[in-house]
T-cell receptor, first 116, second 111 residues
Framework: EAQVTQNPRYLITVTGKKLTVTCSQN?????MSWYRQDPGLGLRQIYY???????DKGDVPEGYKVSRKEKRNFPLILESPSPNQTSLYFC???????????????FGNGTRLTVT | QKEVEQDPGPLSVPEGAIVSLNCTYSNSAFQYFMWYRQYSRKGPELLMY????GNKEDGRFTAQVDKSSKYISLFIRDSQPSDSATYLCAMSAGGYQKVTFGTGTKLQVIP
């Protein structure tokens, strides 16, 4: 089954304790990205990657790191989490060519992160 | 001002009603317009996609784009309880790397 898999689904941590949220896709997609979803603010892009070893900042990259060493994986790293990073996080992937109805963004089921 | 504005709702309608969901935008460069549906505890999934202006119909769903007014709509006919979800509009000037989402409208269809 074609899917984007995020782990963990739920995570509670404390301020300053480094964490990694994993994302893996099995569709051989070139494009991958991370979003955070907050009430009243919607989905905001954190980082994206057009291909292996190519990453770029989205709209809200502060406090986050990513890497793309393999095509299928795109982990999100919070080196020193803070309470304002409490949010619902989504990983997404896409073919990487023209955006269209045959090449939509595929989303994972989200990771709910709470930083106390 | 946000690039994409969407009424958050919630919108509550009886089963069988026609539902109209809308978004306005300010960026004239947008030419790809999408509607995503998001069920509770799930990621968004693509529902409708339209390139440039015009209408697109798929079963009970119709997407409309009016570029002159910078306004897009999603109509749901004969709404069902299974349509209860949050609907996100999304737009792009062309590439994957910059897809801008609305904040979502929460819809509840009451049996």
């Amino acid at each position: 089954e074609a899917q984007v898999t995020q782990n963990p689904r739920y995570l509670i941590t404390v301020t300053g304790k480094k964490l990694t949220v994993t994302c893996s896709q099995n569709m051989n997609h070139e494009y991958m990205s991370w979003y955070r979803q907050d009430p009243g603010l919607g989905l905001r892009q954190i980082y994206y990657s057009m291909n292996v070893e190519v990453t770029d900042k989205g709209d809200v990259p502060e406090g986050y790191k990513v890497s793309r060493k393999e095509k299928r994986n795109f982990p999100l790293i919070l080196e020193s989490p803070s309470p304002n990073q409490t949010s619902l996080y989504f990983c997404a992937s896409g073919i990487g060519r023209n955006l269209g109805d045959r090449s939509p963004l595929h989303f994972g089921n989200g990771t709910r992160l709470t930083v106390t | 001002q946000k690039e994409v504005e969407q009424d958050p709702g919630p919108l509550s309608v009886p089963e069988g009603a026609i539902v109209s969901l809308n978004c306005t935008y300010s960026n004239s460069a947008f030419q790809y317009f999408m509607w995503y549906r998001q069920y509770s505890r799930k990621g968004p999934e693509l529902l409708m996609y339209t390139y440039s202006s015009g209408n697109k119909e798929d079963g009970r769903f119709t997407a409309q784009v009016d570029k002159s007014s910078k306004y897009i709509s999603l109509f749901i006919r004969d709404s069902q309880p299974s349509d209860s979800a949050t609907y996100l509009c999304a737009m792009s000037a062309g590439g994957y790397q910059k897809v801008t989402f609305g904040t979502g409208t929460k819809l509840q269809v009451i049996p």
